[in-house]
Structures are given as structure tokens and as C-alpha cells.
């Protein structure tokens, strides 16, 4: 048994439960593990790992020890929690719905499921959580015991500590999913495993549970909870056990309609937000999708669940289809994964979210292991999720109230929707689209964001400036369907985000920047290359503020095709005097040694160079060197466009950043 003397005294040497509350838990963010299906083994060895075929529900081989080990991985999104499987022991039978691999159908309360490893390794991945500053949140199950037969057939001696027919209703189907009294006294399940029902209005059902939960607190410093089917049982059960857990929960209410299913939320604190979930797949699964309808569902669950905030705001589950198999259009994953993360609530990805794993929920290919898509930290949504992330970090570390704030609908139409969340002067503007990434440029103007004219807004995904014009309107330029977010400029400092430092880091001294044009010289290709160190002079905010006029943020150019790419990076270096070295490399199409050429400041490239700012350079201090020519004009250009100016000519390339 896991709850014995010695547990509960290596508990207390461990270090107690958190007890992290609806406050703290509103300022993190979650990412949902099936134990299962993260990370097989120890999690280092998925190269050895079988073929798990998902449609047999079967265990495939994730542990605790797995999870633990890819902690990073999670923690490169900038997860602060994670949610996952039910830990006790499962009926131990393979049957005709498979196995118990997502850890729902229990018959010990008091033991440990060893497919999922040790207490030992429990402890290990919850001390490791902690360590890191990140929560636990683990998932349990009051509705049912599990049993590999019929609900004519059940032996209740098998399930522990409910052993008798007396903490259960009698055995009945449910024929009537809108019936209260039909789903809260009847049982789900089949004939192959039924789910018995126990009887959680009583009171000695009541103590049991609460003796249970309190001690698996307790012994394994859970920090939150997510109460499985809770949809299931009479919501009147919930204040009690709560209260024995000591710690923050949220229920599964699988309910669209939030007058409904707003009654579990009002007695257990907290439920998952399938109300705005329904609505917001269907809004961007396609171009087609009702904003409208999202819309009115987001005004019925401000006025019918007061405490909303604390929901939890997700677009994929283990429950429901996976967002890639309702469509392929990453522009459209990346709006529902941007709301998911900044709308009201607790964000909760789903493992796999990021990977744009596909699956529907039959037969649950969306619950096909992480391992098998790979931890590919390079993929595009766990790019975006991991800047959003940060981002929601930031504004919550500023503004401690900020997930308190309700967020607002400022714009609406067809296919496009605006948000505002948070209190003036730093308020979220989030715009998302479902126009897929097909869409041709379009702007919006969107006004209710409440910024005064000329205040400077960043759009942090892209890293570019807006200014709110003379009208109070922002001009929001729309493209290939993807959303937009956008922060005042002057509070991104010490965010980590679009070039500024993050506050924990130390700032440079200096600064360099690297050019590279090319040209013809002679029937010869010329490669010219020009390094500046520049030293940084004491500041008060943020780098960009002192350093010859630049722009505050680091610039990107606008591709043609749409998009941004950033051109600009940040470098620290201990060199302080200010220094420059220019050359001039010819390149001979016979293979003979170039030639090399020291070019001053000042003096200006052949005509028709094409100037290409490298990838590595930094923007800190501008060159003096000229740039002539059409090809240099075309770059030149799109600095123009990105400052919102309208030259097209070549010139000093310092001007292009504003000095």
C-alpha cells in the first residue's frame, strides 16, 4: 500500500504540497501529459521502442521517469505545469476496449499503477517539477471504479477501498445524456468494461474520498487537480472534496452549454471550458467557420460563469479530434493556438499540439505517442507556442492582476475577430483571422483597444511597430491568414521578446554589426563586408533607447511572399572602444586568390550591388557606409516600409534604422 508511515514521512522530508491556489494557477500554463504516450521508457531510448499500435489500446510504454527526463522539452515552450494521467493502480485485464493505458478505470485508490513506474519515480518527477518552478497537476477520477466485465457481472471485492454493492448505484445504463438523475445515477461503460457508479451523495463515500485525496496531497505534493467526468456526478460533492485537497481543481464537464455546465464551475472552482471549445473549433477549423458564433458564446460565459478566468481554456484534448485532422492550414492552428493561449483562462496544450499531430477520436488516433512524431523543438507551433507563452509571462510579471481582467470583443466580422484583455495602458490586442494561409494582404482597423493616437504598439509575433494613427485606429495588416498580438513597445523591456533582454540577463557592452553587399567589379563578383563594434553607453530601460536614435525594437524586413524575417541579433562582446573594418573581396571566376580592398567609412558600393544584412548581424549602430544602386534600393525599401515611410531610393544606411 502506498500510503503507509514511511510515505508519508518521506513526504514530509520532500516537502509539502504547494497548495497553489485559483490565483496562481491563473498565471500559469499547462501542458497536458498522457502519461502513456509521452516518453517511453526512461525516456531516452524511443529508438528502441515498439511500435505502439494506437488503435488497439494497448499500453504502449510512457512513464514517469520518461516525462521527467523531457522536462526540457516541455520547459522550451515555457510550460510552468503540467497535467497528468491518473497514478493509481488499473484493472489489470486486457479486454475488448484494450487496456487501461489512460489510467480510467481504477480498483486500488492505494496503490501505485506500474506501468507507469516506482513511487520512487513519482516522487522523482514531482521533485524535478518542482525544482524547475513548475506545477503538478494531477488527474483523478471520483464518478467510478473500473471493471473488465458487465455491470450485471461486476465483483465489487476487486475494487478498493469501495468493496461492497453498498457505495454503489444499482447497475443502469445511461439512455439519456441530457437527464441529470440518468447521467449522475447511471453508469458508463459497456459490456466489455463497465465504469460502476459510485454513490458520491452519500456521506461515507463523501469521507472516504476526502480521506484519499487529502493523503495523495499530501504524500505527493500535488500541487492541482482535474476531476475526470465530473459531468457525472452531482455537482453538490465537490465542495467537500476540494476543501480535503487543499489545493486548486477543475472538472471535465463535457457540457456546450454553459448555463449548464457553469454549476459544476460554481462548486468546484473551476471547469475546462468546453463551452468556448465547440464554438472556437468550429469558428477556425475552416474559412467558412461562424465568428459570430464564438462571439455570442464568449458574452454567455462572461454573464453566466462569473469566474471564468480560472477555466481552462484548451483547443485539443485526448477527449476530442485533434485540430490537424479538421484541417491542414497551419495559419488556422496557429489563431486557435493563439486565443487558446490569450483569451480568459488557464492555457492548455495538449502533447503533440505543437507537433500538429493528427487523430481523430476514433479509434483515439489522437493519443498516438509524442515519440513517434519526434521533440522537434524546431517546429513551427512549438516556435509560436513558446513565444506566446513568454509573452503572457511577461504582461502577468508586469501586471499581477492582469488574468483577473475579462477579455473584451473590440472587432468582428466575418472571418476576422479583436480582443482586449487587460486594464488600460497595458492591454493584450490580440486579432486573429480565419482566412487560412491563402489569404491575400488585407488591413483592418480596429479601434475600442483604448491606446491614445501616436502610442507605439509591437506586434510581438512578428516584431514590427504599428502606431496608433490621429483617428485612435490602429491599421492592422493582414496576411496569409495568420493572427496578430500586439503590446505597447515601452513595456517590452526586460521581456526576452522581439530583441529586448530578459531581466535576467546581463546587458551587452557593446554591440556588433556585420554587412555583407555583393557587386560586379571588372566582370568579377565583389563580396564586401563591413564589422562595427560600437559601445553601448549606460542606459535607464532597455538598449535600444540610447543607441543613435534606433528604432526599439530589432528590425525585420517584409518578405515579398509575406511574412517577416528578422534580420538582427543581439550580441554581447567585451570589446568597448568603437571600431570599424571594411574590405572589399573580388572573387575571380578562374579560382585565382581574390583580391581584397580596405573600403573607409563613407565611401559608397558600385552601382547595382545588392546589399544582404546577414542573419548573424546586429542593428546596434549603423554603418556609414553608402549604398547605391536598384538591387540596394529594393532593401533599402523594405526598411521603408517597415518604418511606414515611402522612399525607394538607396542612401546612408544608418537613416534606414532612423538615426
Request: proline share 5%.
Amino acid at each position: 500500500m502506498i500510503f503507509g508511515c514511511l510515505v508519508v514521512l518521506l513526504s514530509f522530508l520532500a516537502g509539502s504540497a504547494q497548495a497553489a491556489d485559483a490565483a496562481e494557477w491563473r498565471r500559469r500554463s499547462i501542458y497536458q501529459v498522457l502519461t502513456d504516450r509521452y516518453a517511453y521508457g526512461n525516456g531516452t531510448d524511443e529508438d528502441h521502442a515498439p511500435n505502439c499500435e494506437v488503435e488497439l489500446g494497448l499500453y504502449c510504454g510512457g512513464t514517469w521517469r520518461g516525462i521527467m527526463n523531457n522536462l526540457d522539452y516541455i520547459q522550451g515552450m515555457n510550460f510552468d505545469a503540467i497535467w497528468i494521467s491518473p497514478v493509481v493502480k488499473q484493472l489489470p485485464q486486457r479486454t475488448g476496449d484494450g487496456e487501461a493505458y489512460t489510467a480510467y478505470w481504477a480498483q486500488n485508490l492505494y496503490e501505485l499503477e506500474p506501468h507507469f513506474g516506482t513511487e520512487q519515480d513519482l516522487q522523482d518527477l514531482v521533485a524535478a517539477l518542482h525544482s524547475r518552478g513548475m506545477l503538478l497537476m494531477l488527474d483523478v477520477v471520483v464518478n467510478h471504479m473500473g471493471f473488465a466485465g458487465t455491470g450485471e457481472d461486476c465483483d465489487y471485492s476487486v475494487l478498493y477501498p469501495f468493496n461492497d454493492t453498498k457505495y454503489y448505484h444499482d447497475y443502469c445504463e445511461i439512455t439519456d445524456p441530457t437527464s441529470p438523475l440518468n447521467t449522475q445515477a447511471c453508469w458508463l461503460g459497456d459490456w466489455k468494461v463497465t465504469l460502476a457508479d459510485l454513490r458520491t451523495e452519500d456521506a461515507e463515500v463523501q469521507d472516504m474520498f476526502g480521506q484519499w485525496i487529502s493523503q495523495m496531497v499530501a504524500n505527493y505534493s500535488i500541487d492541482g487537480l482535474r476531476i475526470d467526468t465530473s459531468i457525472n456526478v452531482e455537482p453538490e460533492f465537490f465542495p467537500n472534496f476540494v476543501d480535503a485537497a487543499g489545493v486548486f481543481a477543475t472538472g471535465e464537464v463535457m457540457q456546450g452549454d454553459d448555463s449548464l455546465a457553469c454549476q459544476w464551475a460554481d462548486t468546484i472552482g473551476s471547469i475546462l471550458n468546453y463551452p468556448i471549445y465547440y464554438t472556437l473549433t468550429r469558428a477556425f477549423s475552416n474559412s467558412e467557420g461562424s465568428i459570430n458564433d464564438l462571439v455570442l458564446t464568449i458574452d454567455s460565459v462572461k454573464e453566466n460563469c462569473p469566474n471564468s478566468t480560472s477555466f481552462g481554456s484548451f483547443s485539443e484534448n485526448h477527449d476530442v479530434a485533434r485540430f490537424a485532422s479538421l484541417t491542414d492550414d497551419l495559419s488556422l492552428a496557429k489563431n486557435i493556438i493563439t486565443y487558446t493561449m490569450l483569451a480568459d483562462g488557464i492555457p492548455i496544450i495538449y502533447q503533440g499540439q505543437e507537433q500538429r499531430q493528427y487523430g481523430s477520436i476514433h479509434p483515439y488516433y489522437n493519443r498516438a505517442p509524442l515519440w513517434q512524431a519526434g521533440f522537434n523543438t524546431s517546429a513551427p507551433l512549438y516556435e509560436h507556442i513558446a513565444i506566446l507563452n513568454k509573452f503572457r509571462q511577461h504582461v502577468i510579471s508586469g501586471h499581477n492582476n492582469y488574468t483577473e481582467y475579462m477579455a473584451e470583443v473590440i472587432y468582428q466580422d466575418m472571418h476576422s475577430l479583436g480582443l482586449r484583455k487587460g486594464f488600460n495602458g497595458s492591454q493584450v490586442i490580440t486579432v486573429l483571422n480565419n482566412n487560412g494561409q491563402d489569404c491575400e494582404y488585407f488591413e483592418l482597423e480596429v479601434s475600442g483597444h483604448d491606446y491614445a493616437p501616436g502610442t507605439v504598439l509591437t506586434e510581438v509575433l512578428t516584431c514590427t511597430n504599428l502606431t496608433v494613427n490621429d483617428s485612435g485606429n490602429l491599421t492592422v495588416p493582414m496576411f496569409a491568414g495568420t493572427p496578430k498580438v500586439f503590446y505597447p513597445l515601452e513595456l517590452l523591456a526586460n521581456s526576452g521578446i522581439c530583441g529586448m533582454h530578459a531581466a535576467e540577463e546581463p546587458l551587452p557592452s557593446a554591440t556588433i554589426m556585420t554587412i555583407d553587399a555583393t557587386s560586379t567589379v571588372g566582370g568579377h563578383v565583389t563580396t564586401v563586408e563591413t564589422v562595427e563594434t560600437s559601445p553601448i553607453p549606460p542606459i535607464t530601460t532597455h538598449v535600444w533607447s540610447t543607441i543613435s536614435g534606433l528604432p526599439t525594437v530589432v528590425p525585420s524586413v517584409m518578405n515579398p511572399e509575406g511574412g517577416f524575417t528578422a534580420i538582427t541579433k543581439l550580441i554581447t562582446t567585451t570589446q568597448a572602444p568603437a571600431s570599424q573594418e571594411t574590405a572589399a573581396t573580388t572573387s575571380t571566376a578562374d579560382g585565382a586568390e581574390p583580391s581584397r580592398k580596405a573600403l573607409g567609412a563613407g565611401e559608397s558600393l558600385k552601382p547595382n550591388s545588392h546589399l544582404v544584412l546577414s542573419a548573424a548581424g546586429l542593428a546596434g549602430a549603423a554603418s556609414n557606409v553608402d549604398i547605391a544602386g536598384a538591387a540596394a534600393s529594393v532593401t533599402a525599401s523594405a526598411f521603408d516600409r517597415w518604418q511606414g515611410h515611402g522612399h525607394g531610393h538607396g542612401g546612408h544606411l544608418h537613416r534606414r534604422f532612423g538615426a
